[in-house]
């Protein structure tokens, strides 16, 4: 399951993933932040906010969620992972070469450092 929440006022959204993320967990968000940036434009910000990672259900749910950042990157500002996980520090490295958005990791109790950054 992956919950999401739009801190409208901020542009921002903020994914908190409970288990191993599904397909349908993807495509349910996706259409959560499609209309915003129709009407809105880019997202200032994204904050994957876990404890911990439990990471994908199936091979497929890794497929959508790559096709996910495929479609949405360049739609997004920043991104920043609030994890004590190693699995999240270790991506967050990866995807930044990759992607436009500026990805940065911070520890599971920065969690407002992380909404500060992402503000601005």
Known sequence: MLNHELVHDLGIFVLSPAGP????????????????????????????????????????????????????????????TVSDSKLLSWLQRLIGFFVRPKVRHFAFSEEAAALEWLKY
Request: hydrophobic share 40%; glycine share 6%; aromatic share 12%.
């Open 21 to 80: 993320l599904e397909t349908a967990d993807i495509k349910e968000f996706a259409r959560r932040v499609d209309p915003y940036i129709e009407r809105y434009g880019d997202l200032k910000g994204m904050m994957i906010y876990t404890e911990t990672f439990s990471g994908w259900k199936d091979i497929a749910s890794i497929g959508s969620h790559i096709r996910f950042i495929k479609e949405h990157h360049r739609s997004v500002a920043k991104v920043a």
